[in-house]
């Protein structure tokens, strides 16, 4: 009998562990050269002081996930099909048309990330952008949604630098628990914007999109929602506890000798003669993994979008020549957002601040339609949020509101 016992436990372990993947992908995609860029400049400006703010995104960014795991198992569609669907052609358009540039722009950052942490070993953008795009394309190419999706969890393991790179700059760990679980505010316009970047950065409409096609692409039952959850919580803790290590390295050494950074590259650069050369070199390698990534997951995330709401073929499980517009689209992504980085003088921060601001304006608006699509009991059936998620759920995005609002009149009211 325990023979037997161990065998079904050790087969639902088994079973479990085939199921997760969406939701660690595209949580920890979010940790981008973007959001890199963002976490290291939390930590680089204010110290310790916005990890309590951390933690509590962790929540939000796990309810959020949620939703859009169940709806796309429930309904077997993705996030776009259902807008269009539900709440007119009219409303999709401005969807993806929004989504398209602030994902093209974010596309773009990606290839920048690649670039600036393999010039930092002395590899030329000219030879590492135009083998890295081709290699993005093999991959999704010639890949099964199986195949590709195992590729994306094995580039995760290279975020494990930024957590060796936290422990070699040495922080005051008694300062970082209480920074984590006591919070302090200030009306600071910096620290509020930077505070609204961080989570801009954790939570875009992306993620949604891609988190809902890809539970579709991959066929999980409803059965088996109850797994797809621990996964989309596993890929908001994980997600979130790298993004912890970036704030923690750079608090501890940029914020300590009063070092100002624009990008992820910058930190990596700064870390060298601060916390030595091992973590300067980890953290440009976290870099190039989360940038790769990045450029897998933006085009994957916008091609689903776009010809679910249009009615397109897609998915990963089909070939070139049955999903064109959809292998089309990624294509596109990958040659556009590969070829301007190969252009000489591009802004590429203004880019990737113009692309936080779209990202800003659709976010709370897709919020509001997953909300509302995940308690219409004719598309969720017994599945709708209960009224406890309800609670969570809407304090969640009436904050994420405010906090985008106030990015959005900031420049307006000068403060």
Do not use: C
């Not at 959001?35 to 703010?53: E, N």
């Not at 993705?78 to 093209?104: C, P």
């Not at 630098?161 to 005051?172: E, H, Q, V």
């Amino acid at each position: 009998m325990p023979k037997i016992a161990k065998e079904q436990r050790l087969k639902r372990i088994l079973f479990m562990l085939s199921i997760i993947g969406p939701g660690l992908v595209t949580a920890t995609a979010g940790n981008d050269a973007s959001g890199i860029a963002t976490y290291a400049t939390v930590g680089a400006m204010f110290g310790y002081k916005m990890l309590w703010g951390l933690f509590l995104i962790t929540i939000s960014l796990a309810v959020i996930q949620e939703m859009a795991a169940r709806m796309g198992i429930v309904t077997g569609k993705g996030l776009s099909a259902l807008i269009r669907e539900h709440f007119g052609v009219k409303m999709t358009f401005f969807a993806m048309i929004t989504l398209l540039i602030a994902n093209l722009t974010t596309t773009i950052g990606e290839f920048a990330g690649i670039a600036a942490s393999l010039e930092i070993f002395g590899i030329s953008k000219y030879i590492s952008v135009p083998l890295t795009a081709l290699f993005v394309w093999y991959i999704i190419n010639k890949g099964s949604y199986k195949k590709t999706e195992k590729f994306f969890l094995a580039l995760m393991v290279i975020y494990i630098s930024y957590i060796i790179s936290g422990f070699l700059a040495k922080p005051d760990w008694k300062e970082v628990l209480k920074n984590t679980f006591v919070p302090s505010f200030s009306f600071n316009s910096s620290f509020i914007l930077i505070f609204i970047a961080m989570i801009g950065t954790t939570i875009t409409p992306w993620m949604q999109f891609y988190l809902q096609s890809s539970v579709v692409d991959k066929g999980v039952d409803v059965k088996n929602l109850k797994y797809q959850r621990w996964d989309v919580f596993l890929g908001a803790f994980w997600t979130d506890f790298i993004a912890f290590f970036i704030i923690v390295a750079t608090a501890a050494t940029l914020h300590k000798h009063g070092i100002v950074i624009e990008t992820a590259e910058d930190a990596a650069k700064a870390l060298q003669p601060l916390a030595g050369k091992y973590a300067s070199a980890l953290f440009a390698i976290g870099l190039f993994g989360a940038s790769l990534l990045g450029a897998h997951i933006l085009p994957l995330s916008t091609a689903y979008a776009v010809t679910e709401a249009f009615g397109f073929e897609n998915g990963l499980n089909k070939k070139l020549k049955e999903a064109p517009v959809f292998y089309g689209l990624i294509l596109l992504f990958i040659v556009i957002g590969a070829g301007v980085i190969l252009l000489p003088n591009i802004p590429l921060i203004k880019l990737m601040i113009i692309a936080q601001e779209i990202n800003g304006i659709l976010l709370p608006i897709i919020l509001i339609y997953m909300l509302k699509l995940t308690n219409d009991k004719e598309i969720m059936g017994e599945y709708v949020n209960s009224r406890t998620f309800n609670i969570i759920a809407w304090i969640t995005v009436v904050f994420i509101i405010i906090l985008t609002l106030i990015l959005l009149v900031e420049p307006f009211l000068g403060i």
